[in-house]
């Protein structure tokens, strides 16, 4: 009856221990283990990562360590870490943590427009992706890349549609430049390039043309009126006389693109750079700034008129005073300079 009795308690004993640790196994797997009162955080794992290195990027957002880890190993995810962006959510437990670093890996909007050099977008692009400015400008400006894609340094940027796009947070520089390089050539379809062969461009042209129109309004409405005004002058063998285009060739002989320019003195106009169309009639070398795609469907369906000359216009501002005469265009631009001198703009 005694050893029967002993029997019993440790039978019991053995219920009670295993519901103990049973409980814990299922609280450690289905009970929440989020510690953030937001609704939902974002947890970056770089390239290269190793699961104490997952551990520590969750740490502050995870109430047990302990059980966290056990989940993961148990699920084979701590030998098995994937780079990548994902999102917990307020309440997820283990199992569910586990699985949203195991399969989760969320896609990021990538957007960029309004650079002025391969630099700019360098940095931009580094903002939203894994990869730094470093590699992602090494990409952009190497060789054997522009050699086989037909660009080189001065016309890479337009190869570059400014948009919104998907990307992993983890694509690397080289990933990211060739998903680039397709999206260029889709955006150059049957369509554009039969406008641009009928205006007489390359798409590399039409690139350089629509970045000195972007440069030169930022009403959409305006562009195509602008760009049909340099087709005039382009198509009649003038220089384009494009301020923005000075300005870009001052930035680059000084190397200070942060420099603020509103106004182009006569001095300017000599300066010898290829970039100067005041100088030299061909297009500049490559384009001046990341054209919106509005600016370069303005170049590719410009308005036709009569125009060879704009000035701004200081009753609408924003927008421009249009010349088919240079006596016309004079008393515009005596107008412009009244306005300009009494705002004290001096360079």
Do not use: C
């Not at 390359?202 to 030169?216: C, G, N």
């Not at 300066?271 to 170049?299: E, H, R």
């Amino acid at each position: 009856m005694y050893i029967r009795k002993i029997l019993i308690a440790v039978v019991l004993l053995g219920l009670i221990a295993l519901g103990i640790f049973s409980y814990y196994i299922h609280n450690s797997i289905f009970s929440s283990n989020t510690s953030f009162e937001t609704e939902r955080e974002v947890v970056y794992v770089p390239t290269g990562a190793d699961f104490q290195t997952v551990m520590d990027s969750v740490a502050t957002l995870i109430e047990d360590e302990q059980s966290f880890r056990l989940v993961a190993e148990k699920k084979g995810y701590a030998s098995n870490v994937r780079p990548g962006r994902y999102f917990l959510k307020k309440g997820m437990n283990n199992n569910e943590l586990v699985n949203a670093l195991r399969a989760g890996n969320a896609p990021v909007k990538v957007v960029f427009n309004n650079q002025e050099r391969l630099e700019d977008l360098a940095g931009r692009i580094a903002d939203q992706i894994e990869a730094d400015s470093i590699s992602l400008l090494e990409a952009f400006r190497d060789s054997s890349f522009l050699k086989q894609s037909e660009f080189n340094e001065r016309t890479a940027l337009g190869m570059y549609i400014p948009n919104q796009y998907e990307f992993y947070w983890n694509t690397s520089a080289e990933e990211f430049r060739s998903r680039m390089q397709k999206e260029y050539e889709r955006f150059w379809n049957e369509s554009r390039l039969e406008k641009a062969d009928k205006i007489g461009l390359s798409p590399r042209e039409v690139m350089t043309l629509a970045s000195i129109v972007q440069k030169e309004t930022a009403k959409v409405d305006e562009r195509p009126k602008v760009a049909g005004v340099y087709m005039n002058r382009y198509k009649n063998g003038w220089k384009l006389d494009a301020d923005p285009t000075v300005i870009y060739a001052i930035k680059e002989k000084t190397g200070n693109f942060d420099t603020i320019i509103k106004r182009v003195l006569y001095k300017d106009l000599e300066l010898d750079s290829p970039y100067n169309t005041y100088k030299y009639q061909q297009l500049p070398p490559g384009p001046i700034f990341m054209p919106d795609i509005s600016s370069i469907d303005a170049v590719l369906n410009y308005e036709d008129h009569e125009y060879f000359y704009f000035v701004a216009d200081v009753e609408n501002f924003g927008y421009h005073k249009f010349a088919k005469t240079l006596a016309q265009h004079n008393r515009n631009k005596q107008e412009y300079i009244r306005w300009i001198n009494k705002q004290g703009i001096r360079r």
